[in-house]
């Protein structure tokens, strides 16, 4: 089975500062990792994906993210926050060792984390 | 939310009533997906189909059904066997490959009156 985990229901920073939000998961095989956003009443906007290679992934608005094997981890990062990345973030994962039966071959999503950047 | 529409955007339903939701795309992808969001618990995955005339449960499909009779068209039937069917439905749509992301529409909320 796949899994994954955002421990973290919300988070609060200051335009400027630095974002984390974190992504922890779970698969029988070897992951492939994704990071929507989506804003209020939207549907999910695709910002990132780690498949394979360079553990470092950039994405779109400034975003990157980091793949970590040994912490089942793949955290969400920005240098600097501005006030409109606020919205919800959603860490998704797929095993790509997975049979093409039922579910399996779709997306597993965590339960969300909403960013609040304040001005 | 790029070549995926869904319709309508608000839905009204009587206790009983069956209601269909559409979802069409015009990205030439061949697997199409639904899933329902209620807050806090993420996305769960209804139904998805890899290629026309062939769909795959989901892990909460019962209440549900689906038809792919085209490449482009996915639509999604809430019955009154849905015990609990107010959320907000998202339809979403990919090129084969697991490693592919999947690009998302604007989605419909259900309301059941």
């Known amino acids: 089975a796949q899994s994954v985990a955002q421990p973290e229901d919300q988070v609060n920073v200051a335009e400027g500062n630095p974002l984390t939000v974190k992504c922890t998961y779970s698969v029988s095989g070897n992951p492939y990792l994704f990071w929507y956003v989506q804003y209020p009443n939207r549907g999910l906007q695709f910002l990132l994906k780690y498949i394979t290679g360079d553990n470092l992934v950039k994405g779109s608005y400034g975003f990157e993210a980091e793949f970590n094997k040994s912490q089942t981890s793949f955290h969400l990062k920005k240098p600097s926050a501005l006030v409109s990345d606020s919205a919800l973030y959603f860490c998704a994962v797929r095993d790509n060792g997975a049979r093409a039966d039922t579910g399996r071959r779709a997306l597993t999503f965590g339960s969300g984390t909403r960013l609040q950047v304040q001005p | 939310d790029g070549g995926i529409t869904q319709s309508p955007k608000y839905l009204f339903r009587k206790e009983g009533q069956n209601v269909t939701l559409s979802c069409e795309q015009n990205?030439?992808?061949?697997?199409m997906y639904w899933y329902r969001q209620d807050p806090g618990q993420g996305l769960r995955l209804i139904y998805y189909s890899q290629i026309v005339n062939d769909f795959q449960k989901g892990d909460i499909a019962e209440g549900y059904s689906v038809s792919r009779e085209k490449k482009e068209s996915f639509p999604l039937t809430v019955t009154s066997a849905q015990k609990n069917p107010t959320a907000f439905y998202l339809c979403a749509s990919s090129k084969q490959g697991s490693y592919n992301e999947q690009f998302f529409g604007p989605g419909t909320r259900l309301t059941v009156l």
């Open positions: 990205l030439n992808h061949d697997a």
